[in-house]
């Protein structure tokens, strides 16, 4: 049986990451590896992964394009239910995200919004699809 375990982000600075999602969305800090080049959380039944771009950069030989927020984001993006998006885009906001797309009711009655995290990843926040 195959199953989707984790994901993991290619980020700047590890233990910088894993506080912003800790704080911003109340995830739980699973391990950082000693020399911070690794890390995860808990984030429901799955795991948010973190390496840093040093660590990446030995693993993939022709290398990757990194993520900033200086730059659009990637055509992907991690997905956060909740039942109150503006408050969990507030709170994610203080926490360091930036706003990319402000909540809007789409055409089937989800709620929807949209942040960057602090190295550019795309993270949509809306409720669950009933």
Same mark, same amino acid.
């Given at each position: 049986?195959?199953?989707?375990?984790?994901?993991?982000?290619?980020?700047?600075?590890?233990?910088?990451?894993?506080? =912003?999602?800790?704080?911003?969305?109340? =995830?739980?800090?699973? =391990?950082?590896?000693?020399?911070?080049?690794?890390?995860?959380?808990?984030?429901?039944?799955?795991?948010?992964?973190?390496? /840093?771009?040093?660590?990446?950069? /030995?693993?993939?030989?022709?290398?990757?394009?990194?993520?900033?927020?200086?730059?659009?984001?990637?055509?992907?993006?991690?997905?956060?239910?909740?039942?109150?998006?503006?408050?969990?885009?507030?709170?994610?906001?203080?926490?360091?995200?930036?706003?990319?797309?402000?909540?809007?009711?789409?055409?089937?009655?989800?709620?929807?919004?949209?942040?960057?995290?602090?190295?550019?990843?795309?993270?949509?926040?809306?409720?669950?699809?009933?």
């Amino acid at each position: 049986m195959i199953k989707f375990a984790y994901t993991i982000l290619y980020v700047q600075d590890v233990e910088k990451s894993i506080s =912003f999602y800790e704080n911003g969305f109340g =995830f739980t800090r699973k =391990f950082v590896t000693p020399e911070q080049d690794y890390g995860e959380l808990l984030v429901g039944q799955t795991t948010l992964a973190f390496a /840093s771009v040093t660590l990446a950069q /030995s693993n993939l030989s022709e290398g990757f394009t990194e993520s900033k927020l200086s730059n659009k984001p990637f055509g992907i993006e991690i997905g956060f239910t909740t039942d109150d998006v503006e408050a969990t885009v507030e709170k994610a906001i203080t926490a360091g995200a930036t706003l990319a797309e402000k909540p809007k009711i789409k055409p089937w009655g989800q709620t929807v919004a949209y942040l960057r995290d602090p190295d550019g990843f795309l993270i949509e926040i809306c409720t669950p699809m009933e």
